[in-house]
């Protein structure tokens, strides 16, 4: 049941933005009814691209990168977020995988992306 409940999830989540896309059309057109399809989707690119600069600012300001103190290979978190490798695996085994290919054994299965401490 948890896949076809995330499934079901996803595509109402997409249906929500696909009316929030077709209600700000009607708006565009309520504005500028002599809008061709072409002028409405160039206004769309540039909307979507000046938000998602907005995001991508917001988002670096948030983002702290720094080396596992275990493996010593990029780690990060998003704000308050849990540290993750840079591969998207919390465990520095996993990640090696990730990275490489294969498994490297030095890392045992408990060792997860931990920062630097912060004591000098």
Not at 21 to 39: F, N, R, T, W, Y
Not at 45 to 74: G, M
Not at 90 to 112: N, P, Y
């Amino acid at each position: 049941m948890g896949d076809v409940g995330r499934a079901v999830g996803e595509l109402n989540a997409y249906a929500e933005q696909l009316e929030d896309a077709v209600d700000l059309v009607h708006d565009m057109l309520a504005i500028e009814p002599e809008l061709s399809g072409q002028e409405v989707l160039v206004k769309l690119r540039a909307l979507a691209d000046k938000r998602r600069r907005e995001v991508d600012s917001v988002q670096a300001d948030a983002v702290v990168r720094v080396d596992c103190a275990n493996c010593k290979h990029p780690i990060w978190r998003l704000g308050d977020s849990r540290w993750e490798h840079v591969t998207g695996s919390v465990g520095c085994r996993a990640a090696s995988f990730d990275r490489d290919g294969d498994w490297d054994d030095r890392f045992s299965k408990s060792l997860k992306a931990t920062p630097p401490s912060s004591r000098s």
